[in-house]
């Protein structure tokens, strides 16, 4: 099913929850009987599309996002009232910065998404690397949230590799990153 409304109509929900200061709505817990497709794109460089045209106001994107929920190979913006089909051609994020810091002497890896968010690399949010087999691009990703992932920029990869330390996995030399206790492969060491 297609549906032809304007995105904002989902927006005073959306604002009425930030204002309440409920910091994300429960998405998880609404399952609403209406559910149609939009023309809302997001990009893999995380820029997000309404009927072909970029959303160019970031408070709009932000609050889009945290309607933002995934079913299987789907993705949708969800209300109480509505869940709507949208695109998205990798993932909804992109980590954009990252902060290695210490917590009780041990490592940190905290990193901002594309929308504001701020997620920490751990057992929770693990990093993983997706290895292109054609090219050998290394495509790395960080769980955000409920099954939504983040790309991790380019240049944010740079410092994680910089940042990596050699371990020996199952007789295997890899690139390895340590965030909050957890151990996150980037890599294989070519011998």
Do not use: C
């Amino acid at each position: 099913m297609s549906d032809d409304r304007q995105p904002e109509h989902i927006l005073a929900v959306l604002e009425q929850a930030e204002k309440d200061g409920q910091g994300l709505p429960p998405v998880h817990k609404w399952h609403p009987e209406y559910t149609a497709d939009i023309d809302m794109r997001i990009a893999r460089d995380g820029s997000w599309y309404y009927q072909g045209t970029p959303i160019n106001r970031p408070a709009m994107v932000r609050l889009f996002s945290t309607i933002l929920r995934r079913e299987g190979d789907r993705y949708y913006l969800v209300t109480p009232v509505e869940k709507l089909g949208i695109q998205v051609d990798d993932v909804p994020f992109v980590a954009i910065t990252l902060e290695q810091l210490t917590e009780q002497g041990e490592p940190l890896l905290a990193f901002t998404t594309n929308v504001g968010a701020t997620v920490i690399a751990d057992a929770r949010h693990p990093l993983r690397v997706d290895t292109d087999p054609d090219t050998g691009e290394p495509a790395p990703y960080l769980l955000v949230r409920d099954n939504l992932e983040a790309l991790i920029h380019r240049n944010v990869f740079y410092q994680l590799v910089q940042a990596a330390r050699t371990a020996s996995i199952d007789g295997s030399d890899w690139l390895v990153v340590h965030s909050r206790g957890e151990r996150f492969r980037l890599g294989p060491l070519e011998g």
